[in-house]
């Protein structure tokens, strides 16, 4: 029987599910992927398989009682069903885990103390972290012999020298954990990968990841490793996103308690749902909605996407000593040629030239032929990485 390795990724709404096959060779093959949404509210279930044949596509029921539990048991009795109707056993599954603290660089399978030293994290990450460790309990007690790893969003940019991880406040609270963690970290270990594979040299050299999407993030990589991120403590730190404002003052959230006497509550929902692309449109956080949209509103939000961008490209930049590479990655980076078009124009101070025609047509490689850095698209693959991840852990690779 074939190997098969599932991945789980659980946010507070959604859980995104899927299945590689081949374990035995170097690369893992996508079966099938799919997702519950709209947890809490009305969920749907969903899946396709690689070729996009789709597979599922139902109403689920929603207990709130038994929370992420019903939805995980639904996924697992279809990636069981799946599997035996392809042959496929099941060596583990792959979990993604937004934190690992400042002590876990690497994925870790899954134990009982793992576990619990995890949960230490939940309030580092509380809008994530629970529901990645309840998913996590949730298959164990399904399957208690099923091997899970946990896969870390910030393990990848545990290379970051320990002076920039660092906040200038009381030491006492940088020890017990307020320091710059970084994320989108799968996602940047699976660019760091492909270039090493694609363009060894460019790998080695001096290399900007700008990873674009609903959450947005940079990454400065020196020879494949993470030397600084955009994102701090939380990932809520960095470039304007869809609903989140990016670096912010800290003054303006004592603002907003002082001042305009705002709950706990209602900052986190300002700050996590109602700012950034939406909050200055007013329109939408969806990209494609604002680049369509004539109103000066929408204009503006991606005016400020951009700018914050350029300025945070200078200062990876500086902290690289120059730049060899540009990578674009996730929904907007992989599929807006207007906005890398823009962000090579606010780059160019440092040699950034894009070739229009190459760029317009989604090339790989987008940079003019006199461009002193490479510039790159390459779509990420976060499942990948986690399944990858799971496999070498499992297998012992
Ligand atoms: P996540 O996985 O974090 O939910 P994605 O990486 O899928 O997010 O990115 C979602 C974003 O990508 C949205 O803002 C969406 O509008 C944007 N996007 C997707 N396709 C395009 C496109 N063709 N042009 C511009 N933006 C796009």
Redesign the pocket.
Known sequence: MNGSISVLNSGSSSIKFSLFDQVEKEDLRLVFSGQVDGIGVMPKFKAKDAAGTILADEQGDDHPAQGHQQHISRIISFVRQQRTTLGLELVGVGHRVVHGGARYSQPVRITAEILNDLELFIPLAPLHQGHNLNTIRAVQKIGPDIPQVACFDTAFHRTIPELAQRYAIPRSLTEEGVRRYGFHGLSYEYIARCLRRLAPELANGRVIVAHL???ASLCALQGSRSVASSMGFSAMDGLVM?TRPGSIDPGVVLYLIEEKRMTMGEIVDLLYKKSGLLGVSGIS????LL?ESTAPEAREAIEIFLYRIRREIGSMAAILGGLDALVFT???GE??PT?RQRIGEDARWLGVKIDRSANDRGKQIISAFDSKVAVWVIPTNEELMIATHTRDLLLGR
């Open positions: 999407g609903s959450g869809g956080n969806d990209m494609r680049q996730a929904g907007i599929n807006s906005i």
